[in-house]
Each structure stands twice: as C-alpha cells, then as structure tokens.
C-alpha cells in the first residue's frame, strides 16, 4: 500500500533505529503494511528540519497569496487522487468507504482550500490608528509562530492531518505531523500532496510512531513554538505539561460526552434520524458524538421506541462496501473499552433497550470480534456511562421533564464538545444553544463542521479553536508596532519624567 516511511526536510527515510511497526486492516485483521517506528532521535530531525526551514527559508518570506497558491495546488492534488486516497484511509481506519469519500478527503481538500483563503484574505497587518499620544499610532502585525507540532487521533485520520497542516502552513509556520500508530498511512498521502505541490523541504514533516516518545518529543522540544493536538482529554493534559517547560502556546481538542436534546414540539422522524446519526455515525468513534441523547418526557416512550426500531436497520457490514453504514471499530483494544463500559452499564443499573454484543451474522471473512452492534442504554446522567467518553457505539438515552432540566443535565458534564437542539421553534431552541456550555451547538441537524467555521471545546473538552479565521489566528502571534512621528516630545508625560537626563 505505499511507502511507509518517514518525510523529514523533503526526504523519504527509515526510522534511525530501523524498526518498524505493522497496521492491520481492522475489518479482516490482515496486516497492510510496515510502518516506520519513529524515535525521539528522528522526532529531535524533524523539529530541526522544520526549524531551519522556519529560520533560513523562503516560505515564511513568502506573501499570503503565494503561499495559498500552494495550498489550493495541495486540495487539486487531493482532489485527483480522492478514490485512491479514500480506499487507503477507509482500509487502515476502519471507517466505512461512504465516509472517507464523502467527508473525510474532501473535506482535508476543502480544509487547504479555507485556510489559502485566509492566506490571502486575512490582513497580515493592522493600522490600529491614532494613540492617546499623537501623532503616535499604533500597528498590529501577525506573524507565524515558528515550528508547529501537530498530534493527531486515528478516528479522522487524513482530517486531522490536514487540520493540522493547513493553517499551520498558510500562516507561514512550518510543521512536524504525528498520525496515530493505528492510522499512519493516509497521512503519508497527505505528504506526498504536499511534495507534489512543490512546498520547500523542511516546511512539512512527517513522523510515524508512537505517542510516548516521538509524540513526547514532539509535545516538549525546545525549538518547537506551538503544539496543536488533537486525542483524548488524558493525554490532552499530559501535553500541556510537556509543553509547559518552555512555555509554549498550545491548542488542545479533546474529548466530549456531548448532549443531544430532543424537545418535545420536535420532529421526531427528523430528531430520531439525528439522534441515530450524531451517535452511532463512524461507530460513535468522533469526539463530538451526541452519545447523551436527553428526550423530553412527553414524546420519551414513542421516540425511544422509534429509536430502538431504527437502530436494527442500521446497516453493519464489510466498511469496503458502499452500502455499509457501519464497519469495524479500530481496534480490539477499542472493542473491548465498549463492552467493558456495557458491562458496567448494566451493572449500574442502566437498561439496556437494544445492542450490547458483537454481531453474530456477518458475511464470511469479516472479523466479527471486530465489530460491535448499535447499543441503547435508558441512563441517569450521573452513571459512568454517561459521564465517560466511552469512543464506541453506544447511546445514553436520558428523559427530562423542563427546559431548565435539559440544560442542567446537558451540562453537568465535564467536557463540553458538542450538542443538539431539536425543536421546531427556533427561538426556544436557540435559547437553549444560548445556555449549553459547549463549543457547537447544532440546531435540528449534527455532526456538520465547515472548514470556515470554529470549532473546540469548552472545559475540558479543549484549549483554543479550530478552522475558519479563528483557527487561523492560532497559529499567528500578535505584534504591537507603536510609531512615533514627533520631533517635540515636550509634551510627553515619559519623556518628561527623564527630562533632566535627555
Ligand atoms: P490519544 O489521546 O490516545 O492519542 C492521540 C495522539 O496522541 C496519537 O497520535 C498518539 O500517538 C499521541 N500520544 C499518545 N500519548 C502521547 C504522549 N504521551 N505524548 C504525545 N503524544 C501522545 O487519542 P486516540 O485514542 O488516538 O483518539 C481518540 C480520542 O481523541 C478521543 O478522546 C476523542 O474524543 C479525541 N478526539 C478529539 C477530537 C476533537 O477535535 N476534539 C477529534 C478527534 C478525536
């Protein structure tokens, strides 16, 4: 399936130490390709490489409009490739070909697309007009960070990749990727984009391995400027420790346990559809997923039962297939935190209103232990179940009796990602996006995020926004230019406190 190598200053190369680790195909178990081990030493290359690409290149040299020219040539590649790209995504991650066609790799092309816009658009440089002191005035100047780092999840892999990437690139910075050890093979197709579209050696770097120590290097090194990351809450925090010795500015996008609300002048067909949809979509393995669906008590016996009727036709099946909705989940290790967290549903109580097991009917050469069934739960919101991000097919489903009820609910949480308001009355629900302490709140729909748009987290769901131009001004800092014209500074109250010496 492709080299699988590491990509540092412009060069295809091998791991220092020579090891490798394989990627399996987790809808048969089949092994599909060897993958360079990345160690501190090779993290330590390319952070260098990146470095001196940042400090002696041409691209932070170059204007905004030259450097979107190169994105938008990276999205054309991408776009050319789609198929191939997908079928290699879709392959290594386990997610269904549908996604990967239709989401994940245009939505990475589009990702380059929105931030060469921003490249061009957003103004480098601000007159912020006259000071309290004129003729002296005031310019805000915005200038890329330096080295970037980007840690990425296996759940959207090529996604992630270009999240990361994207801005970070068309802000003028350069950067060091790391994909998860379960997914690292679509983000060397990302990289290969990049190399087609002539970017310089050195501007983008790619380091396959795992988290505990190339990540660690990654997350810590002192040449690095800016850490993006994207994963799990716990690793989140580990992060920021490491990024602390040398104070460096960090964005994190973390976990959720987000609230899907289902009022009760709703349209239930269309809020059971996006109840099914904004949980068990990807297998409940994206980190805004409304796993928490909260149902007003005056629809709850008839939509749960819409729910658990819809939940049966969902489609399980080879994730190769264009008809499957649902494939493998990424990993054995990912199976057995699901039926780990049903377990314990059941042994909190929680009743189980359909799921809770492996699938048994399969067709043939499928690893059935792969998978795991859609799984409705009728919850308390203070089980753990509803509590902890479980990253795997399965519902809370949790009545409520008021508004106020709902919001309390929704947002005794500690993360706060994500989240739905279904209601035909836009002022009600809108109200109701008003209270909910989360970074998105989508309003008869879910899971829709534009690459020109924020998103991230509110407490411990993350640190800072993604996409749009507040993704983008992450990944600049800020410079305040103070100039001042006057010849006569008599008049100056800073200047006067010295005046005797000056
Ligand atoms: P993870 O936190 O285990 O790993 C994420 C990345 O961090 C991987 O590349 C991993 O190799 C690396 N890593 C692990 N330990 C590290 C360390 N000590 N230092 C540096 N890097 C390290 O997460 P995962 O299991 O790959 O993904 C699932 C998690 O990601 C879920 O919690 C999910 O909610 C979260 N997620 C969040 C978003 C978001 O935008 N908020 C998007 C996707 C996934």
């Known amino acids: 399936m492709g080299d699988a190598q590491l990509f540092i200053d412009g060069v295809w190369a091998d791991a220092q130490s020579g090891e490798t680790f394989p990627t399996y195909a987790p809808s048969t178990g089949e092994k599909i390709a060897d993958v360079a081990k990345a160690g501190r030493e090779d993290a330590q290359r390319a952070v260098q490489a990146a470095r001196k690409a940042f400090d002696d290149g041409p691209w932070p040299r170059m204007s905004g409009k030259e450097r979107a020219e190169k994105l938008r040539a990276v999205a054309a590649i991408i776009n050319g490739r789609s198929a191939e790209i997908a079928e290699i995504e879709a392959r290594d991650g386990g997610g269904t070909i549908k996604k990967a066609m239709f989401a994940d790799v245009p939505g990475a092309a589009s990702t380059f697309e929105a931030f060469a816009n921003c490249a061009e658009n957003e103004p480098d440089v601000v007159d912020r007009g006259e000071s309290p002191f004129p003729p002296a005035k005031s310019i805000v100047r915005r200038e890329p960070f330096g080295v970037c780092s980007g840690i990425v999840p296996w759940n959207f892999p090529f996604l992630m990749a270009g999240w990361k990437i994207g801005p970070a690139i068309a802000a003028g910075n350069t950067v060091v990727l790391k994909p998860a050890s379960f997914t690292s093979l679509s983000a060397i197709e990302m990289v290969k984009a990049v190399q ?55 964005t994190l996008e973390l976990g959720g346990k987000s609230a899907n609300i289902v009022l009760d002048d709703a349209d239930l067909d269309l809020a059971a559809a996006g109840v099914l949809w904004g949980t068990f979509f990807h297998n409940g393995q994206v980190c805004e997923s409304g796993t928490r669906a909260l149902v007003s008590r005056k629809i709850y016996d008839e939509f749960v039962g819409m729910l658990v009727e819809r939940a049966g036709k969902i489609v399980i099946g080879d994730n190769m297939d264009m008809n499957s909705d649902l494939g493998p989940l990424v990993a054995p290790s990912q199976v057995d935190t699901t039926e780990r967290y049903v377990k314990l549903g059941l042994d909190e109580g929680a009743k189980l209103l359909c799921g809770g097991s492996k699938p048994t009917n399969l067709p043939a050469g499928l690893d059935q232990s792969a998978y795991y069934l859609p799984t409705i739960f009728e919850a308390d919101n203070s089980m753990k179940i509803a509590q902890e991000e479980i990253f795997g097919p399965v519902l809370c489903v949790i009545p409520f009796d008021s508004d106020d009820e709902a919001i309390k609910i929704a947002n005794d949480s500690i993360y706060g990602l994500g989240g739905g308001v279904w209601s035909k009355n836009l002022d009600r629900a809108h109200s109701m996006a008003a209270s909910m302490r989360t970074g998105t709140v989508w309003v008869n729909d879910y899971h829709m995020i534009t690459p020109t748009q924020p998103f991230g987290g509110y407490k411990q769901s993350g640190i800072g926004r993604e996409l749009g131009d507040y993704g983008y001004n992450e990944y600049r800092q800020i410079k305040h230019v103070w100039q001042n014209t006057a010849t006569d500074r008599s008049g100056y109250l800073h200047f006067a406190a010295l005046s005797g010496n000056i």
């Open 196 to 250: 087609e579209a002539d970017i310089p050696p050195g501007v983008v770097n790619l380091i396959t391995g795992p988290g505990g120590s190339a990540g660690e290097e990654l997350a810590q090194h002192p040449l690095v400027d800016k850490v993006a990351f994207t994963g799990s809450t716990e690793v989140g925090r580990r992060i920021m420790q490491l990024a602390s010795g040398t104070v460096k500015k960090v």
